[in-house]
């Protein structure tokens, strides 16, 4: 599966981790196995994706909404764009788009609002 986001690293607490590689595999094309840390407490847990475009972000919240996933509304201050959510087990995780996120990592390109 092709996603336009990417994950740089993942730390979850899981009591049943069948169900939170389900999750990620479903709305993030990513499994919670491999590169994955598991802590101790689940308040040290977030995870952050980051959206190839703007629309891409804007697109997955509407998908988890119609699916009835609570998601946070989107926010940002020009510079970033964003909205939260929680996968099965309570972990928190961010979907962000920032303007300069290609350049950061050593790719081409800026903005990609699409």
Same mark, same amino acid.
């Given at each position: 599966?092709?996603?336009?986001?990417?994950?740089?690293?993942?730390?979850?607490?899981?009591?049943?981790r069948?169900?939170?590689?389900?999750f990620?595999?479903?709305?993030?094309?990513a499994?919670?196995e491999g590169?994955?840390?598991?802590?101790?407490?689940?308040n040290? &847990? /977030?995870?952050?994706?980051?959206?190839?475009?703007?629309?891409?972000? !804007?697109?997955?919240? *509407?998908?988890?909404?119609e $699916? +009835?996933?609570?998601?946070?509304?989107?926010?940002?201050?020009g510079?970033? &764009? /964003?909205?939260?959510?929680?996968?099965?087990?309570?972990?928190?995780? !961010?979907?962000l788009? *920032?303007?300069?996120?290609? $350049? +950061?990592?050593?790719?081409?390109?800026g903005?990609?609002?699409?």
């Amino acid at each position: 599966m092709t996603t336009p986001f990417r994950l740089g690293h993942i730390a979850l607490f899981a009591r049943n981790r069948e169900r939170v590689a389900s999750f990620y595999r479903e709305w993030f094309g990513a499994g919670a196995e491999g590169g994955v840390d598991v802590v101790g407490h689940p308040n040290e &847990v /977030k995870t952050t994706y980051l959206a190839a475009s703007q629309r891409d972000l !804007e697109r997955l919240r *509407a998908r988890m909404r119609e $699916a +009835g996933l609570p998601v946070s509304g989107i926010e940002g201050d020009g510079a970033f &764009v /964003k909205f939260g959510c929680n996968d099965p087990e309570g972990n928190r995780i !961010e979907v962000l788009w *920032a303007k300069d996120w290609r $350049a +950061g990592m050593g790719e081409t390109g800026g903005a990609n609002k699409e």
